[in-house]
T-cell receptor, first 112, second 112 residues
Framework: GEEVAQTPKHLVRGEGQKAKLYCAPI?????VFWYQQVLKNEFKFLIS????????ETGMPKERFSAKCLPNSPCSLEIQATKLEDSAVYFC??????????FGPGTRLTVL | GQQVMQIPQYQHVQEGEDFTTYCNSS?????IQWYKQRPGGHPVFLIQ?????EVKKQKRLTFQFGEAKKNSSLHITATQTTDVGTYFC????????????FGAGTQVVVTP
């Protein structure tokens, strides 16, 4: 597709529940990035992939967060045992080379 | 680690006036990208600056990259109500492999 697609648009979870977010990058883009945007507009880099390989995972809180990009499947970001502070909008972005990134519409996660 | 500071945080502009938002990185950047995010929306790519001292124009928007590749600015002339939104700069470090470091954004409000 010509746009990055993200599902679901909204996700509500009780504290301690699991949350799984999906991202389909633009066709032909090799790189996928996940960012977390909290209420104060701050963007935090989480992880990036080059095709199905992890490219940079320095931003991932590894205890509860995991991510995958498998061939012929949307990429996913999973949060085990969500906490209140995980409430944020999670954006996925894709790029053809490691420069201009195109962002999806985001998934708003609310943890109650 | 690399940090990108952006000022001002808020900009209240009368329609027709000009304004500028500034970004400053603690380290030399490979490139800097600018995004616009409307309320409830996702970051939309505006432009990428790569060369030292580069200046690019898009209609009423002028983007500059400093000679040292550590600072950048976005100047908007004759502001219109359609310019409402938050403008983010995002720096790509020389060794950050695609991980964008976002500034905090400048939230622009335009009064008719």
């Amino acid at each position: 597709g010509e746009e990055v697609a993200q599902t679901p648009k909204h996700l509500v979870r009780g504290e301690g529940q699991k949350a799984k977010l999906y991202c389909a990058p633009i066709k032909g883009h090799s790189y996928v990035f996940w960012y977390q945007q909290v209420l104060k507009n701050e963007f935090k880099f989480l992880i990036s992939f080059q095709n199905e390989n992890v490219f940079d995972e320095t931003g991932m809180p590894k205890e509860r967060f995991s991510a995958k990009c498998l061939p012929n499947s949307p990429c996913s970001l999973e949060i085990q045992a969500t906490k209140l502070e995980d409430s944020a909008v999670y954006f996925c972005a894709s790029s053809q080379v490691v420069d201009t990134q195109y962002f999806g519409p985001g998934t708003r996660l609310t943890v109650l | 680690g690399q940090q990108v500071m952006q000022i001002p945080q808020y900009q209240h502009v009368q329609e027709g006036e000009d304004f500028t938002t500034y970004c400053n990185s603690s380290t030399t950047l490979s490139n800097i990208q600018w995004y616009k995010q409307r309320p409830g929306g996702h970051p939309v790519f505006l432009i990428q600056l790569v060369k030292s001292g580069e200046v690019k124009k898009q209609k009423r928007l002028t983007f500059q990259f400093g000679e040292a590749k550590k600072n950048s600015s976005l100047h908007i002339t004759a502001t219109q109500t359609t310019d409402v939104g938050t403008y983010f700069c995002a720096g790509l470090g020389t060794d950050s492999w695609g991980k964008l470091q976002f500034g905090a954004g400048t939230q622009v409000v335009v009064t008719p």
